[in-house]
Each structure stands twice: as C-alpha cells, then as structure tokens.
C-alpha cells in the first residue's frame, strides 16, 4: 500500500538548482516564478475577518445566506450574469482544491474523459487522473465532439500561463458541443477581473454569459478566486457558481467531506466582493509592473505572446530555444522563471507580474543592461 503513483512529481520542485543561482546575484533574486500576491490584504478583508474572529461553531458549507447572495450580486454586476440564484452558488477552499477533486466529486471515472486546455496549469490534468478517468488535452473541440465518453471539459479563459481569453463564438461553440454529449464545462475564470488588452474593456465573457448559455445555465460551472483580484490567496477563498443542480450535488458531497470555508473567512468574503474600488487599485499596480517588465523584456530580446490577461507574461527570446535554456539564462540575472513545460509547452516560460515594485523594477534594470 502506497501513495498514488498514477500523478507526477510537483513540477516547482525542480526549479530549486535555478532558484539557488538567481539566489546568488549580488543585489538579490527576483522570484516570478510563481503567482502568489504580495500587496497587502484588503482592509476591508482584514477588518471583516477580525470581526468575525469568535467563530466557536461550525460554519455552513453552503455559506451564509449573505455571502451567497454577495456572489450572485458579484456575477450580475462584474461578470453580467443573470439568471442564477443563492442556491446555485457554493464557496469552496480556494479553486485549486475544486479544480482537483470537482472529476472525482461528479462521479467520473475509469473510461470516461476530461478535457482541459493543451497548454494548461497542471491541476486539470491532475484531478482527472485522481478520478480514475483519462485526461485530454485539447484546445480544439473537433477533437472531443460527439465523444460519448467526453463527461467534463475544463476551460481556463483568462488562461494560465498564456493569458488568453475565449470569445463569446468560441464559448457557445464548446457549450453547444458539450450539451449534445451530455458533457459538464467547468470555466476557471479567477483572472477575469484582471484584463490588459483593449478588446477585453468591456469585461472577460463568463461561460454563464447570458450570451453564452442564451439563459440556460445546465450543465455550466463556472469558478472564481478571490486570489488573485483582492490578494487573498492566503484566506483559500473561492467559489463555483452556475448549474443549480450539479451545485446541489456538489454541496451534498462537500458535506460529508467537512469542506467548509472557515466562518471568518466567508464574513472576509463578503466585503471582499463588494470592494470594487479596491480591485481597481490593485489592478492599476498590476498594470505598471506589467508595463514596466514587458518593456525590459521586449528591449532584451524577449517576445511576448498573447498575455490578453491575467498576472503573467509569456515569454521567448527572439532566437529559438527551449524553455529551460531560458530559465538558465534568466537566473543568471537572478531572476527565476517558471519553464512552460511546466504547463506542456517547451518554448516559453512565465513570467510572473506578483513581486513588489522594487522587485520589478531590479529585474528590469537587469534587462536592459544585458
């Protein structure tokens, strides 16, 4: 008896001989290998979580009638959702624990298929091996249309590491492919708020777009992270919203598996959503430290590809090379960089926006004086 030997070594632990070279540089090393926030946390998040400190009970798995009320509100105003209801939303411990149990948790298993992008965050292909069910990668839904045996198909729109984002024709056609399988799309959408280019102005299509579904929700989930927008990794606040009846059989099983959002956190949750202008200002940091470094990048040598949104750049240098040759090279800089294969590509690597200004701008004054 053992450990699962089905999964893969967690791929960020072979970037530990880099991360001791860019250790090395004199003035210190500049960490985007990984996305994890480092501006402060809300006030507003702060103040509400310390309120809500004395919390000598069990909270609700399903939140309190507040706070799902403040997501739905969050899809109607941010993400122009209509349609869904406080019984069709459920908070979860983050998004990455949904994105790996949620194959397992609807049930599927050895024979059936989950679908996620080609180039991808690893742990869409992981929750679909932790099922039991064999997982495909694909950006194309010729490859998987009229498959019977397609039972979930993951999107990432923003998408990490890359940044794009699927168009309204490119999220119906998956929807309407999907329904004719009887196929669940799950959209991890936990960048939306965080858009750069100017086709996006107007707001990252959500899979529940009322243009999308054309007012059926069934069979779509959608799920969010407050992570990224409002620097609350370290809370695990998350939700998945959509399809009432997969959101009630999801609440079911969570249950029996005790996975509660902690009582304070879902108080921090609620404020958090409704902190608009506070997503603003940390989007506008977000925004000079990706120009900033997109600059230094370009005036190295770098190409940058696509990166329509999101908290990364995705970057080659102009001569051709493999994606850990890159890495070398840019930890010799002192600067350390996650390796596309990482995500299944072998050209790329990414570039994270998540280091402090100071940081951001050592790492571009080492750009430019290469």
Known sequence: MGFD????????????????RAREHPDGIVDLSVGTPVDPTPRVAQEALRAAADAPGYPLTTGPAELREAIVDWYARRRGVTGLTPEAVLPTIG????????????????????????????????GARLAGATPLPSDEVADWAGNPSVKLIWLNSPGNPHGKVADLHQLRAVVTAAREIGAVVANDECYA????????ADGVPSILDPRVTEGDLSGLLSVY??????????????????????????????KHMG???????????CAVLRDDAGVAAQRQRYARRRDELAAAFR????????????????????????????????????????????????????????????????????????
């Open 299 to 370: 005036a190295a040598g770098y190409l940058i590809d696509d990166s329509e949104a999101g908290l990364y750049l995705w970057l080659r240098p102009e001569r051709s090379q493999g994606c850990w040759d890159t890495v070398g090279e840019l930890a010799e800089l002192g600067i350390l960089t996650a390796p596309g294969s990482f995500y299944g590509d072998d050209i790329h690597v990414r570039a994270a926006l998540t280091a402090t200004d100071e940081r951001i701008t050592a790492a571009s004054e080492r750009l430019r004086r290469i």
């Open 5 to 20: 030997t089905r999964l893969p070594d967690f791929p960020w632990d072979s970037l530990t001989s880099y991360a001791t």
């Open 193 to 200: 708020e965080l858009a750069w280019t100017a086709q996006w």
């Open 259 to 269: 996975m509660m959002v902690p009582a304070p956190v879902q108080v921090a949750m």
């Open 95 to 126: 998004s990455k624990e949904l994105v790996a149990v949620l194959p397992s948790l609807l049930g599927f298993q050895s024979g059936d298929v989950v679908v996620h992008p080609r180039v991808a965050y690893p742990t869409y292909d992981i």
């Open 225 to 254: 992270s407050l992570s990224k927008q409002s620097n609350l990794a370290g809370y695990r606040a998350a939700f998945i919203a959509g399809d009432g009846g997969l959101v009630a059989g999801l609440l079911e099983l969570r």
